[in-house]
Structures are given as structure tokens and as C-alpha cells.
């Protein structure tokens, strides 16, 4: 499979027919990718999809059954983890417990047989970037998850990957320090100009932080692109679905609401809720539908309401809307262009 | 919290001083002047029996066989049961069960029953008895305490430790020596402690696979057949107590000290 022209730049991460089994479970199954040089990707997808063994295909950890795997256009097929110019963070940080701080951010650099005095230095240096000098003596179990998680991140980097990987970086702290600790990753990874890959499970995540998202489901890379299109345009009924759940519309239901006749989807935000005897908006669709049931989200609430025709849509509807509740009828407005139509079957 | 009713109070009393009002006996005719049995009480006292045990070459013998012994089976087993249970403890393979149960096993057998195996086994390779033979005996049981120690120490090792520690840069052997050891250390010395311990005073296995040496334990038997000097196993058994105790207590502050910061994230 050769692309027409040579690609310009030489991909950070090249995966080329890729599979990886464990006993009868193909874990990653014929998977193409590349990974540019300086990119923030996400690998997204529900737990079982593959993605984490991807990572750890990258890593090392694990070895191909089949296919190719390429590090900066160095082939790494049975290199072990100590050989390859990448590095992890660990989704429970793997800190070393009888190793202070700064011995666990230095340790790349010992085993390097880097001096002591050098050594320390960029340990210390390391620590400061993630913004925790002055805890080189302390303890990990002396640490909250969020330090852990810097400290974690500065050994990882001390060392200079080429490739840093994130194995749910965000996923044991709570939302508060989730937010802050995602602006940071995205800040730390454009001041050093490195290529990170992040696996989640969490879509918010992967479309808030990434340059581009996959979305992996059952060992396949179902879409791989920048969030914007994965979120507005998704190429199956499971990206539809998994990233931001949207309704999945039959291509006779896409008719009715006035679109191409082929299956598609349609965001629950783009679906507005008309005042009584508000005019329809110019192109749009009307559907008379009744409430099965409301929850309430903070800022929205989620409707789900049922046509005559038996078509079930679920609309996000600002939280202020009166005249919302399960069992009565409201007035539903789909504009055009808002029902988009996809391409598999998955 | 309740406070303890004085029956349960006087109970484990009682059951403290049935375990160690028998020490005292044995510290108290080491000084008796009676030498031919243990009459109560002692008819005198005197310190003459130290004297005694310090002239006697055979004890000296039967001590240093004894260390060596346990020494070398403790090294063994050391080496070996660690590596036993760096590959059963998270490996997935055919047949682990099985090959973790044969390792428990001769722990769990008589020891009159590996004795004879090993005499019969020792036999039929003809090969002489000697040290060696006693040391492969001991080391039969030693292998197994260590290697319950590591397994279950490795066992609460995060794997992550080990990718993190690969990952980061260090081959097998750096990652052993940084990582594993570290945290499984006081797990070793444990079982380390405990199967020299168990060598050193082991009767059973030693009968059948020694030829004529004999250590303390076989000495100490031997010598109560005899009707003269008995305060003289006396004096050795305290000096065994005192051997014994000293690494006990350095160890049980060590542990004490290595738990306290490998388990206090836990």
C-alpha cells in the first residue's frame, strides 16, 4: 500500500497492517496509522478496543503477530522497550515506591550511566517544568495523584523521548485538576515541539486536547482526523454514537427530515426546540414529538422524545427551556444540514 | 476499647508460661553441680560447665558444620527459590500450577519421607555422603520458604514497576537489581532468616542424609544418650538461644523499618 507521492515528512509513528492477538481475541486487527512528527494524537475508543494495546505496540510491551510498526522510520519489530526512543506515562504512574522523587525522575539517567551531579541537575530542571521543585526528597506515597502524575510525566521526559506516550493520563483525577492538567499536557507539548499519543476513553478529552483523534472499536480504526470532523462528520453508527452520542438515523428517517435518503447522524445539540407557535426556521424540518424522558446536565438537558412515526430522537436543549417534561408534546426544529450522512455500515 | 476479662487474662498467662518457663529450665542447669540427671532443686551451682564446653573440640565441630550448612542451604535456596518465583509468579504458562505445587511439596511432606527418598536417591547415584549431601537435604525445604516469601512479595509488585523501569531505559538485569530487588529485599531476608533457622536446628532430614558428621541438632541428640556432663547440651542450648535471637531481633527492626516506607502508599 504506497501512497502516490512521498509523504514530506517522515511519520513520528507508522503502523502498517498491524495485528497483535491474545489467544482467539484479535486485540489490534489490521491497523494503518502515522503519526506526524510534533502531533497530539488521541487514540480513542471504549475499553476492548485496542487502543491500549497500540500503545503498548509502540512501547514495546508488546510485539506484532503480523505487520509493521516504524519509530521515526526506524523499523522496531522485536526491539525491546529499553531500546526504543519513546516513553510512557503510566495510567497509575508506575512510580518507583522505594525511590524518592528525584531518584524516580533521575532513574532514566542512571541506568543511562549519567553522573550523579548531572544527573540531579536535570532532575531538578525536570521537576521544575512540571512545577514541582523542592519535592526532590519526598516520597511518592507522600505525593496527591495529581503530583504523582507530574512526577510521572518528568521522568518520562528527563530522558528525551521522541515519542511520549500517555496511557489515560487524566483518568484517576477528578475534574477540577483534569482541566487544569489538560491545558498544561497541551501547553508542555507545544513548548517542546514533541509528538505525544494519549489513549482515553473519554471523547471530551480526546477532542479538547488532541490535533487529530482515532477511534478504535473492536481491534479497527474505524475514523482517524482532527476532532472538529470526527465530532461533525462520523464516518460509522459507533463514531456516531461513541463520540458525543448522537441520534443514528435510518436512511428513511434521514428522508423524512428532508436529507439525502442514506444513513445518517444527528448531533442532539443541533435539534432546537421551538416556543409554541414559534415560526419554523427557514430549511428547517419540523417534528411534533412526545417526551419520554428529561435529564437534567447543568447547563442543557437531554431529551428524548418519540415522533408518531416512531422515530426516537434525543435533543440537547438549553437548561432554561419551559414546558419540558416526560409525556408532553413539543415542537422539534432539525435544520437543514444538520442530519449528516455516513458512510459504513458499522 | 473493652478491657479483657480476667479469666482470658490469666489464660494467656498461663499459655506464655508454658511456652517459656521450659527456657528457664534449660538456662537454670547449665549452672547445676549434678551432672547425671535434673534433679529439683539443683543440689549447687557452679560455672565450671562453660569451661567445659569451651575445651571440647566436637561441640566446636558440630557448630561450624552446622553454620556451614545452613549457610550454604540458605545461599541455595536464596538463589534458587527467588528465581523459581520470579517465573511462577505472574507468568501464564502450561503447566504452573502443577510446577508451583511441586515446589510447596516438600515442605508439606514428612521429613522422614524426603530423608529416605534423598538416602535411597543418594544411593542409587552412589554418591558418598558428606556435606553436600546434607546441605541438598536441607536445601529441599529451605528453596520452599524462600520462594514463598518472593512469590508473595512479587505478587503485590505492580507489573507497571517493571515496564516503567524497561521503559525508561534499564535491560533485565539493571531492572532486577534497581527495582525488583529492592522491593522484594526484605521478603528475602525473611525467608532467608527462616530457612537458615529451620537448617540449623534440623534432626529429621540430617539422620538420613549424613554420613559421619554430625551437626549440632545430631550432636545434642547423641549427647543426651549419654549419662555424663549433661549440663553441657545445656550450655550449648543456651548459646544457640542467644546465636539465634541476636539476627532475629536486627531483623525484625529492619522489616520493621522497610515496611513502614514500601507499604505506607498502599
Known amino acids: 500500500m504506497h501512497a502516490h507521492a512521498a509523504p514530506l515528512v517522515l511519520p513520528a509513528v507508522r503502523f502498517a497492517g498491524v495485528v497483535r492477538h491474545f489467544g482467539a481475541v484479535r486485540a489490534v486487527d489490521g491497523v494503518d496509522l502515522a503519526i506526524a512528527p510534533g502531533e497530539f494524537f488521541a487514540m480513542l475508543g471504549p475499553s476492548g478496543s485496542g487502543k491500549t494495546t497500540c ?28 531500546r526504543r526512543a519513546v516513553n510512557t506515562v503510566f495510567q497509575d504512574y508506575a512510580l518507583f515506591p522505594h525511590l524518592s522523587v528525584g531518584e524516580n525522575v533521575a532513574y532514566g539517567l ?24 523542592g519535592m526532590e526528597t519526598r516520597r511518592p506515597a507522600q505525593l496527591s495523584g495529581g503530583q504523582r502524575q ?6 518520562a521526559l528527563v530522558v528525551r523521548p521522541k515519542v511520549l506516550l500517555l496511557d489515560e493520563p487524566l483518568g484517576a483525577l477528578d475534574l477540577k485538576l483534569r482541566e487544569e492538567m489538560q491545558s498544561e499536557l ?39 482526523g482532527p476532532p472538529e470532523e470526527v465530532y461533525e462528520r462520523p464516518a460509522t453508527r459507533f463514531v456516531a454514537r ?3 452520542s448522537a441520534n443514528v438515523l435510518e436512511a428513511r428517517e434521514a428522508l423524512a427530515l428532508g436529507a439525502p435518503a442514506r444513513p445518517s447522524s444527528l448531533r442532539p445539540e443541533k435539534i432546537v426546540l421551538l416556543a409554541p407557535g414559534a415560526p419554523v426556521p427557514e430549511g428547517a424540518a419540523l417534528v411534533e414529538a412526545r417526551v419520554t424522558d428529561v435529564s437534567y446536565q447543568g447547563p442543557v438537558r437531554r431529551v428524548s422524545a418519540v415522533t408518531g412515526e416512531g422515530l426516537a430522537l434525543t435533543a440537547a436543549v438549553p437548561a432554561t427551556a419551559s414546558g419540558v417534561m416526560a409525556g408532553a408534546t413539543v415542537r422539534l426544529a432539525v435544520p437543514a444540514g444538520a442530519v449528516r450522512p455516513m458512510g459504513g455500515e458499522q | 476499647m473493652t478491657r479483657a476479662p480476667l479469666s482470658l487474662k490469666i489464660a494467656a ?45 566436637d561441640i566446636w565441630a558440630a ?37 508451583s505445587l511441586l515446589f510447596v511439596l516438600p ?9 529416605i527418598a534423598l538416602r535411597q536417591a543418594f544411593g542409587l547415584m552412589e554418591i558418598p555422603f558428606s556435606v553436600w549431601t546434607i546441605v541438598l537435604g536441607h536445601a529441599t525445604f529451605c528453596i520452599v520458604v524462600v520462594y514463598n516469601n518472593a512469590v508473595a512479595r512479587l505478587r503485590r509488585l505492580s507489573p507497571s514497576l517493571i515496564e516503567a523501569s524497561m521503559d525508561l531505559g534499564a535491560d533485565a538485569f539493571q531492572t532486577f537489581r534497581l527495582v525488583v530487588l529492592p522491593n522484594i529485599g526484605t521478603a528475602l531476608l525473611a525467608g532467608g532468616m527462616l530457612a537458615f533457622a529451620l537448617s540449623f536446628d534440623e534432626v529429621i532430614v540430617t539422620t538420613f542424609t549424613a554420613g559421619q558428621q554430625s551437626t549440632l541438632p545430631i550432636w545434642m541428640l547423641s549427647e543426651l544418650i549419654r549419662p555424663r556432663q549433661r549440663p553441657v547440651t545445656n550450655v550449648v542450648a543456651v548459646l544457640v538461644i542467644l546465636v539465634t535471637f541476636l539476627p532475629i531481633l536486627a531483623a525484625y527492626y529492619l522489616t520493621r523499618h522497610g515496611e513502614a516506607v514500601a507499604g505506607s502508599g498502599k
Open chain 1, 55 to 82: 500503545l503498548r505496540l509502540i512501547a514495546g510491551f508488546e510485539q506484532p503477530d503480523d505487520g509493521h510498526i516504524e519509530i521515526f522510520g526506524e523499523t522496531v519489530e522485536g526491539l525491546p522497550p529499553y
Open chain 1, 110 to 133: 542512571r541506568v543511562r550511566g549519567i553522573g550523579r551531579a548531572d544527573r540531579d541537575r536535570m532532575a531538578r530542571e525536570a521537576l521544575a517544568m512540571v512545577k514541582l521543585s
Open chain 1, 150 to 155: 507530574r512526577v510521572a510525566l518528568a521522568r
Open chain 1, 186 to 224: 497541551k501547553g508542555l507539548q507545544r513548548a517542546l515541539g514533541l509528538t505525544f499519543v494519549f489513549v482515553t476513553h473519554d471523547q471530551s478529552e480526546a477532542l479538547s486536547m488532541a490535533d487529530r483523534v482515532a477511534v478504535f472499536n473492536e481491534g479497527r480504526i474505524v475514523q482517524v
Open chain 1, 242 to 244: 461513541f463520540v458525543g
Open chain 2, 13 to 57: 498467662l498461663a499459655g506464655l508460661a508454658f511456652l517459656h518457663i521450659p527456657l528457664l529450665f534449660i538456662l537454670l542447669y547449665c549452672f547445676t553441680t549434678e551432672e547425671k540427671s535434673y534433679a529439683f532443686p539443683p543440689p549447687g551451682f557452679t560455672l565450671k560447665w562453660f569451661g567445659v564446653v569451651w575445651g571440647r573440640a
Open chain 2, 63 to 99: 557448630v561450624g558444620l552446622s553454620l556451614k550448612v545452613a549457610s550454604i542451604a540458605t545461599l541455595l535456596a536464596l538463589v534458587l527459590g527467588t528465581l523459581a518465583a520470579g517465573a511462577l509468579a505472574r507468568a501464564r504458562f502450561f503447566g504452573r500450577e502443577p510446577i
Open chain 2, 107 to 115: 515442605i508439606a511432606l514428612p521429613g522422614i519421607v524426603t530423608g
